[in-house]
T-cell receptor, first 116, second 114 residues
Framework: GAVVSQHPSWVICKSGTSVKIECRSL??????MFWYRQFPKQSLMLMAT?????????EQGVEKDKFLINHASLTLSTLTVTSAHPEDSSFYIC????????????FGSGTRLTVV | SQQGEEDPQALSIQEGENATMNCSYK?????LQWYRQNSGRGLVHLIL?????REKHSGRLRVTLDTSKKSSSLLITASRAADTASYFC??????????????FGSGTQLTVLP
């Protein structure tokens, strides 16, 4: 089945630094990737929808200048948390869709970001 | 986006018992999916039920869907300690489009005691 590789699985960074999270579709082309954030014991909140070759669409309340998304190829999307602060500490997960239907998609394994 | 509501928020049962989780949603849907998440891990897709289906089985999982009540249930039979995880429902809303987003429920934390 379709596999999405997400790296790193966890990262600790200092306040003010930037962190890049990668999601790669290993055996399929992902024209669309979704980025979610999940706080402890809460559900997934969609942050942005990333489309290959075009600008990402951000959900209301998500700062696009803080959470930079790049989807330069059909197999790679990156989320960069810029000037990270402790309140950005969260679990970030990507989801990729192999085709046009909204099922048969695959989640990455997630990235635990801790900003100290 | 509107989130679905799941209940209970937390459920603790003994191994071998059945676990039932419920999900309610607000919009018309194309399909509803259930996911499992182990602590600190990604989500694993369990089962999908389409809006024209009322019940679906997969191994020890049984999912029902009542579109008139906008609700779904997930039943795990003969639970095992390894079933301990968070379970989320997610709705694929109508109208259909080329980049539809899933809307996730609030989740149920299931603990199966050995």
């Amino acid at each position: 089945g379709a596999v999405v590789s997400q790296h790193p699985s966890w990262v600790i960074c200092k306040s003010g630094t930037s962190v890049k999270i990668e999601c790669r579709s290993l055996d399929f082309q992902a024209t669309t990737m979704f980025w979610y954030r999940q706080f402890p014991k809460q559900s997934l909140m969609l942050m942005a929808t990333s489309n290959e070759g075009s600008k990402a669409t951000y959900e209301q309340g998500v700062e696009k200048d803080k959470f930079l998304i790049n989807h330069a190829s059909l197999t790679l999307s990156t989320l960069t948390v810029t000037s990270a602060h402790p309140e950005d500490s969260s679990f970030y997960i990507c989801r990729a869709r192999p085709g046009q239907e909204n099922y048969g998609y695959t989640f990455g394994s997630g990235t635990r970001l801790t900003v100290v | 986006s509107q989130q679905g509501e799941e209940d209970p928020q937390a459920l603790s049962i003994q191994e071998g018992e059945n676990a039932t989780m419920n999900c309610s949603y607000k919009t018309s849907i194309n399909n509803l999916q259930w996911y499992r998440q182990n602590s600190g891990r990604g989500l694993v897709h369990l089962i999908l039920i389409r809006s024209n289906e009322r019940e679906k089985h997969s191994g020890r999982l049984r999912v029902t869907l009542d579109t008139s009540k906008k609700s779904s249930s997930l039943l795990i039979t003969a639970s095992r300690a390894a079933d301990t995880a968070s379970y989320f429902c997610a709705t694929d809303p109508l109208p259909s489009g080329s980049a539809r987003q899933l809307t996730f429920g609030s989740g149920t934390q299931l603990t199966v005691l050995p």
